[in-house]
């Protein structure tokens, strides 16, 4: 597995914000300060820990984004338009924003600054957040020329370390062998999208697996959420949490 040595210090001012009422968050305490993380939908959310907002996959059609904080960091997991969203990149990048996207977003973003390219199984460390790019692909759900829908290198799920949390955001995937091998979850977000991801049977197969603690489903479109917390309700060490995505 290749390991990419990064250390980037950013530089941050600490500052009280008021985020918009139409957000959704959640907050954790970690070994290290708190995490919250606010819930815009479809495949867009953002953390705030210790000073800093990460934003993933921001879309300017699914959130204010000219009203939500800007960015210390950028986490792109692919290039479909519903997760690569240039207009939302430059609403929120400041001049010392880094940008961390697969290498099919760089080659359709090529005039954005400070990106780093991100492929599967690449580590980074930035600004003490350690960072991994995990495979997310399908294997089942095809487009009608048989090709799919997210073909395996292109896009990337992240894990994110916050403190002593380990938080799996997994991109546009299925419940592929990479993921049901992962350990420490502590948050995972699998997507639940027909037919471009899983079924809330393949969420369940997943989420047995590699047995987070906190699930959220998102990316889920009209696929009907009960049908996942029937599939877990006897899971009793995995809370799923049903939020509006």
Do not use: W
């Amino acid at each position: 597995m290749k390991k990419i040595l990064l250390y980037l210090t950013l530089f941050i001012t600490s500052t009280t914000m008021t985020l918009s009422q139409d957000l959704q968050t959640d907050t954790f305490t970690t070994d290290q300060g708190e995490l919250s993380i606010h819930f815009v939908k479809h495949g867009s959310l953002f953390f705030e820990f210790n000073g800093k907002i990460i934003h993933v996959d921001p879309v300017s059609g699914m959130g204010n984004y000219e009203e939500y904080p800007d960015a210390d960091l950028i986490l792109i997991t692919h290039q479909h338009s519903d997760h690569l969203d240039l207009n939302a990149i430059n609403l929120l990048k400041k001049d010392n924003t880094k940008i961390i996207m697969t290498e099919k977003c760089h080659e359709m973003t090529e005039n954005l600054s400070n990106v780093i390219v991100m492929h599967n199984g690449d580590e980074l460390n930035i600004n003490q957040l350690d960072i991994r790019a995990i495979p997310a692909y399908n294997i089942e759900h095809k487009r009608q020329n048989g090709k799919a829908f997210h073909p395996k290198g292109e896009g990337n799920g992240y894990i994110i370390t916050f403190g002593d949390k380990n938080v799996l955001v997994a991109g546009d995937t299925e419940n592929i062998p990479e993921i049901k091998a992962l350990k420490n979850i502590d948050i995972a977000f699998l997507p639940m999208n027909l037919p471009y991801t899983m079924t809330p049977e393949m969420v369940a197969d997943a989420a047995k697996a590699f047995r987070p603690k906190i699930l959220y489903p998102y990316h889920y479109g009209n696929t009907d959420t009960s049908k996942l917390v029937e599939l877990l309700n006897n899971e009793k060490d995995i809370e799923v949490r049903i939020k509006k995505m």
